[in-house]
């Protein structure tokens, strides 16, 4: 016999889409967000989902989540690195995720849903970047030194005229400055 209990069942199959002994579907165990967490893919997956406004295609998040792996473009996918993306999603992730209730997929169209239980996921993947977003501070810092290297060099080759411990200090100032910001901004 199986009882259910908290959305998981004592034969340790899962099955969030049977209420528990209150009628709540609508709340997943830790245990079983961390389980689906606990794969790259599938945190891929949700994250993709968490910016479509509509169904997805399983060929364009298997393209994406291919191009985030390999580290380029979707453009510039092989055919067998689309392909191994592909059949780990169509047989494994999205039938599990399914199961869950965490999307909807439909395998004969091809699409994929959030459903709500997916938003339940949202505070594990806030701080993670996607692959393809780049953080501006390295770009920034590297501005502050072209920036204070051609200040030096100006005074160096006569065109800017002031003492070398001022020029220090607003070099100092200017990377204070920019720390300062960074800093503020990470904390928002």
Known sequence: MTTVSRSRRTDGQHSPREPDADGDRSVLDPDDIYHILQTRRRRDVLRYLHTADEPVRL????????????????????????????????????????????????????????????????????????????????????????CCGLFLTAIAGGIVSIPWTVAAVLVVLLFAVVTTVHAYSERM
């Open 59 to 146: 060929r364009d998040l298997a393209e994406q989540i291919a191009a985030w792996e390999h580290e380029v473009t979707v453009e510039n996918l092989t055919s067998s690195q689309r392909q191994r993306v592909y059949i780990s999603l169509y047989q494994s992730h999205l039938p599990k995720l399914d199961n869950r209730g965490i999307v909807s997929y439909d395998k004969d169209r091809g699409t994929i849903e959030s459903t709500p239980l997916a938003s339940q996921f949202d505070p594990y993947l806030v701080g993670i970047e996607s692959p393809t977003e780049s953080d501006p501070w390295p770009h920034r810092y590297a501005g502050t030194v072209g």
